[in-house]
């Protein structure tokens, strides 16, 4: 008998020591379609993945996998039978090549079990060329751009013959750009009647990709319906069970005086001959493609990198930062790209994570005021909304969203008056986000200055009162709120000046193939 | 906040998650003190020498040498580093304290010279890791073999005796009755677990080791505190060797022997992450006990000393395992 | 360009200590003219007994000092360094070989080395099985150290009593061989027992660790029997403290100058007296007249019982 459906998983519950992970939910994708998985974090979806992929057994439930049903008992397991993950952290072996990262432990071996290089690449090229990948497969794996690296994970998944592939938040390092590559990655699969389950956070890639949509929340299957039929409004209502009305807020037009003013600012190899200003109460957004020099900007300015040259003004007097302890004296806060890798003290409890910035102000006598550290920070637990039992516990245990507000906490104990965000909501829901577009907001209207690096082009155009765009180390241009459009930006973004836009039609093409 | 946000219901699942997260850390808290108390019982019932007074002032006064050095380690563990060459500082610190506690300086003479050649080589030590030149494991074991050799080159490979009663006094005495030694690991272990849990530099301490890169993105002088770190291990360490000097009356370069990894297998046991960010002054006493407790148990019980080495190696990797394991279920 | 310059202040600074450290070793080995070349492969320059018979060496060796170079190498306890030093010699065809070994087993080999390569091969301190291969043995013979300790024990207990062994560095030979020594005399005597054994590895601050535990057991012990004489210092310090000196005879062995003061003020009954100075000259000598093709033969220095009766003599040498 014929099945439509590559995976039917019904009535699965999981439980683990005082937490029921999943009760009793249902997933059936069919083949040859992308379907996407929606929820909040906490929601189960990655616990309902790795029972997939066959990491964790369900405590009840049936698995069918094409038709048939499987217990499965270790991920090995998942892989023989053509189920394969594309996790969210890639981990990419450096110095190992294209070819032998993707075929590890499978390497074709001549007579004497060593092994045949040229097959290795030969079979490499095949699977590369199936999807529509142009990839060396003789490249080191430290060589690839993070998009490349993304690539190759997903060509590794096939490799297996996969019937199934999981991609678990695929595009949260990657530029637009690269985003529609791997979309049309995803169309070659599916003309091959490869199943996709698709997990992610951002609404208009989902609209873009998927067939089918499910929804998760707190544990629980909540529906699944065919994309075309379920509206944006909808779906949020879905996920986080209430009515989202708006996302962001109307745009303001009046600013105080300059706060910030940078002039050609350089650090070579980053970003050449960089100059711009931010006033008292304006979102300033820095849009660009990965590499740009976006980051390595605010890095510059708050002394994580030393500039060639360049002169930055605070207030209007010229400050000269040389360390990240100059930047906090004038005034400066930033909330770094990746919180686990240079944000967040992770073994360490929710309270403490907080005051390490402006910790001196709570030393009397050289000893620390517990009581003063304790009411301060659980003023900031309440004004931002922080999930957490206690400050004790340890940060390691919060959510994507709580944790970022804990270090937004961390430089708002210490109010500075210009405040850098560096990818301010990646990898966390859509409840957190809008929560924190409400604080960026806020904190605009109390008369903060503040600079947003994004890849979301929503994010940007949603935030910011004005726009400038980076293109390999140079400001492109800038644009005011009004007159930016998601094409504006990839067009400076891309190389392009505004004056060649009379050539728009090209570009759009260029963007999206 | 707008209206929205105030809507959003606390998730009760996630929040029981947390508190099951928080009374296992109690439990992890409370249970290297409970492996104490269980060895306590244990060797209580195998021998019954074991619970006198004098015994139980024994142990500790036998482990204030490793105690001192152990929480000197423990603040540089946290940070993610290690020490390797306290052991061959208690050797330098010994040798030299014993020059000039001969004859007639006063007694502060070699208090003082125990305290700078501590601290000096500390300094070394942590210059060296803090600019990024060596890690520390490297550094500290170069220093490790220069510190030993310097011991030798100072008192010619031969012990250096004949010290002065008052010096004597340091580590064979007693003050209402309880031992010097242990009194000087007791201070030792109140004024580190203040710095640790009452100073800014303490709280630094805790965030360079739970990520140092964060630390200097959040404005941290991380360089300032990794030199701290190490000169107050160095401080402790001399401390530790002017000690022992004292309570065998001799100044010896062959002395402190393979101490830096009694002392770091007391932290560690006492729950002091080797991965950074975790541990307490409190953990690594009760580890030092726990080591004592086993050597005099054993020496006790008439255990031969091959066995004595197997069953302290066994607890050592017992340890470091669990903590590796509380690591991997976050 | 800061890290380069880094590189060359530390460069710098690791040449010029290795120049000063140079110019403190008294003889730079180096090809000079038609000397003669006597390689010296210390076991372990940190051991204070050696320390007291290089000086011997040295102050012997500048007798020949126009006639021969002497190259000091210290295998810093490690039998694959002594092997590499000593194969190194052997390369340079130096004209003989002080061999103090470090490893009795390793040491049949290297000694069958040298005689391949046809140098003379003198054996310094430590003796084992197959020691009759080398060219000459200048020492003791280490078992003697322990019988000697025991029969003055025996003898000043009057024949019976509880015994308690503290031991050196388990496997050591020096550990081995005492306590090997030790037990042979207790054999003998029925009305002694050993009681209590356990290492406190050479090391005063062990010996007192260990003391303190064994007054711990509640065991009636009659003399502590020590390896060395640190580690019976040791047992002494605790007994003192414990205020038990008194009942409890100790002894050591070595005769180092802090083991002489104790038995000078009558707290360490005995000690057995190895002639540092004695072997180191020997050694010396042998090599000498090896190198020079002449014939050897072994010497034997035999091990001296210490007790208060003769300390001043032995004390007398050391302040020489």
Redesign the interface.
């Known amino acids: 008998m014929e099945n439509n459906y590559i995976l039917e998983m019904e009535n699965i519950t999981k439980e683990f020591p005082g937490v029921k992970a999943l009760d009793n939910v249902q997933l059936k994708v069919r083949k040859g379609t992308v379907h996407a998985l929606m929820g909040e974090n906490g929601a189960g979806k990655s616990t309902l993945m790795k029972i997939i992929i066959g990491m964790y057994t369900p405590d009840k439930g049936r698995m069918i996998f094409d038709g048939t049903e499987i217990k499965l008992t270790n991920i090995h397991d998942g892989l023989d039978r053509g189920i394969s993950m594309i996790h969210q952290e890639l981990s990419p072996i450096p110095e190992m090549t294209v070819a032998e990262n993707i075929f590890l432990g499978r390497e074709p071996t001549t007579f004497g079990g060593f092994i045949d290089r040229k097959k290795l690449t030969s079979m490499t090229l095949d699977l590369l060329k199936s999807i529509g990948i142009n990839i060396d497969p003789n490249l080191k794996m430290k060589e690839l751009s993070i998009a490349n690296t993304q690539m190759i994970e997903i060509a590794k998944a096939i490799s297996f013959n996969s019937k199934l592939v999981i991609m678990d938040e695929p595009t949260s390092a990657i530029t637009e750009k690269e985003v529609a590559q791997l979309f049309r990655v995803i169309k070659s699969l599916k003309e091959k009647n490869v199943g996709i389950i698709y997990i992610t956070h951002k609404m208009s890639e989902l609209y873009e990709i998927a067939d089918d949509i499910s929804v998760f929340r707190d544990g629980k299957y909540i529906g699944t319906e065919r994309a075309e039929k379920l509206n944006k409004e909808d779906l949020i209502k879905m996920m986080v069970g209430r009515e989202l009305t708006q996302l962001f807020h109307k745009p303001k037009s009046k600013f105080g005086d300059v706060v910030l003013s940078v002039q050609n600012l350089s650090a070579n190899g980053h970003f050449q001959d960089v100059s711009f200003e931010v006033r008292k109460g304006e979102i300033l957004g820095f849009a660009g493609l990965m590499g740009s020099g976006r980051t390595e900007i605010l890095e510059a300015i708050f002394g994580l990198r030393n500039p060639d040259q360049g002169e930055i003004h605070i207030h209007g007097k010229r400050v000269n930062i040389k360390s990240p302890q100059d930047a906090v004296k004038n005034h400066l806060g930033f909330l770094t790209e990746d919180r686990k890798l240079s944000g967040l003290f992770l073994p360490l409890g929710v309270g403490d994570n907080m005051i390490t910035v402006h910790i001196d102000n709570y030393v009397t006598k050289g000893f620390l005021n517990k009581n003063r550290i304790k009411s301060d920070c659980l003023k900031k637990k309440e004004q931002l909304l922080i999930k957490t039992p206690s400050l004790e516990q340890a940060v390691a245990n919060l959510s994507g969203g709580n944790q970022q507000k804990v270090l937004l906490a961390r430089w708002l104990l210490k109010n500075p008056d210009i405040l850098f965000l560096d990818e301010p909501t990646r990898g966390i829901d859509v409840g957190a986000k809008s929560e924190f577009y409400d604080l960026i907001f806020d904190l605009a209207n109390q008369g903060k200055a503040i600079i947003v690096v994004s890849s979301e082009m929503v994010e940007i155009l949603g935030l910011c009162d004005r726009i400038a765009v980076m293109h390999e180390g140079h400001l492109a241009g800038e644009l005011t709120r009004k007159e930016a459009t998601q094409e504006l930006i990839m067009h400076l973004a891309t190389g392009h000046s505004l004056d060649e836009l009379d050539n728009k039609l090209e570009v759009m093409e260029s963007i999206l193939t | 906040?707008?209206a929205?946000?105030?809507?959003?219901?606390?998730?009760p699942?996630?929040?029981?998650?947390?508190?099951?997260?928080?009374s296992k850390?109690v439990m992890q808290k409370y249970g290297i003190l409970l492996v104490l108390l269980f060895l306590c019982v244990l060797m209580w019932i195998l021998?019954?020498?074991?619970l006198?007074v004098?015994?139980l002032v024994?142990i500790v006064r036998?482990m204030s040498?490793i105690g001192i050095i152990a929480i000197g380690v423990t603040p540089i563990i946290i940070t993610k580093g290690i020490d390797l060459s306290s052991g061959s500082l208690v050797a330098l610190v010994s040798v030299i304290v014993a020059s000039f506690a001969q004859g007639n300086y006063p007694l502060l003479i070699p208090i003082l010279m125990a305290v700078v050649v501590g601290v000096a080589v500390g300094l070394i030590n942590g210059t060296i890791i803090a600019?990024g030149?060596l890690a520390p494991f490297i550094a500290t074991l170069g220093m490790m073999t220069a510190a030993?050799g310097a011991a030798?080159l100072y008192s010619?490979?031969?012990?250096i005796?004949g010290l002065s009663e008052s010096f004597k006094f340091i580590g064979?005495g007693t003050i209402l009755g309880i031992p010097v030694p242990v009194i000087i690991f007791a201070l030792v272990g109140v004024a580190t677990w203040?710095i640790l849990n009452?100073?800014?530099i303490g709280?630094?301490i805790?965030?360079i080791?739970?990520?140092e890169?964060?630390?200097?993105?959040?404005?941290?002088?991380v360089k300032k505190v990794l030199i701290l770190v190490y000169a107050y291990a160095g401080l402790l360490a001399g401390l530790a060797g002017m000690t022992?000097t004292s309570?065998?009356?001799?100044g010896?370069?062959?002395?402190g022997?393979m101490f830096e990894l009694d002392a770091i297998a007391a932290t560690v046991i006492g729950g002091t992450?080797l991965?950074?960010?975790?541990g307490t002054i409190g953990g690594t006493i009760i580890g030092a006990l726990i080591i004592g407790v086993v050597?005099?148990g054993l020496?006790?019980m008439?255990v031969?000393?091959?066995w004595q080495q197997i069953v302290k190696g066994a607890i050592i990797v017992a340890a470091v395992y669990v903590d590796s394991r509380k690591n991997r279920t976050? | 360009m800061k890290f380069h310059k880094s590189i060359v202040i530390i460069l710098s600074l690791i040449v010029s200590l290795v120049l000063s450290a140079c110019n403190r070793g008294e003889q730079v080995a180096g090809g000079s003219d038609s000397k003669k070349v006597i390689g010296i492969a210390e076991a372990n320059m940190s051991n204070e007994f050696i320390t007291y018979m290089i000086d011997a060496m040295k102050e012997e060796d500048k007798k020949h000092s126009s006639d021969f170079e002497f190259v000091y190498t210290d295998a810093q306890n490690d039998s694959a360094k002594q092997m590499n030093q000593i194969e190194n010699f052997i390369s340079r065809k130096v004209d003989a070989i002080i061999f103090n070994p470090v490893d009795t087993v390793a040491a049949v080999d290297i000694v069958s080395r040298a005689n391949e390569a046809g140098i003379p091969i003198i054996v310094v301190n430590r003796t084992f099985d197959g020691v009759d291969k080398a060219t000459a043995y200048a020492g003791s013979q280490s078992i003697e150290s322990g019988l000697i300790q025991m029969e003055e024990v025996a003898k000043q207990m009057s024949g019976k009593g509880n015994i308690a062994i503290m031991d050196g560095e388990m496997g050591h030979e020096a550990q081995i061989k005492r306590t090997e020594g030790n037990k042979e005399i207790i054999s003998k005597n029925p009305d002694m027992k050993v009681v209590l054994q356990g290492t406190a590895k050479f090391s005063r601050a062990d010996g007192i660790k260990l003391m303190e535990n064994w007054l711990q057991t509640g065991e009636k012990i009659d003399a502590v029997v020590a390896n060395n004489d640190e580690m019976a210092i040791g047992a002494i310090m605790a007994l003192e403290e414990a205020g038990k000196l008194d009942e409890i005879l100790v002894a050591g062995i070595d005769a180092t100058p802090a083991g002489l003061e104790f038995v000078k003020n009558g707290k360490l009954k005995v000690t057995v007296f190895q002639n540092a100075t004695g072997q180191g000259k020997a050694a010396i000598d042998l090599a000498v007249k090896a190198a020079k093709g002449e014939k050897v033969e072994d010497q034997i220095i035999p091990y001296e019982l210490v007790t208060k009766d003769n300390v001043d003599e032995f004390i007398a040498k050391y302040n020489k």
């Open positions: 906040m707008s929205n946000i105030e809507n959003i219901k606390q998730n699942l996630n929040d029981k998650q947390l508190l099951k997260g928080r850390n021998t019954p020498h074991f006198t004098t015994n024994n036998q040498t600019k030149l030993r030798m010619d490979g031969r012990p005796g064979q203040i009452k100073t800014k709280k630094y805790y965030a080791g739970g990520n890169h964060a630390a200097v993105t959040a404005g941290i002088n022992l309570r065998i009356a001799s010896q370069p062959q002395s022997l992450s991965f950074g960010g975790i050597n005099n020496d006790l008439g031969s000393s091959y976050k």
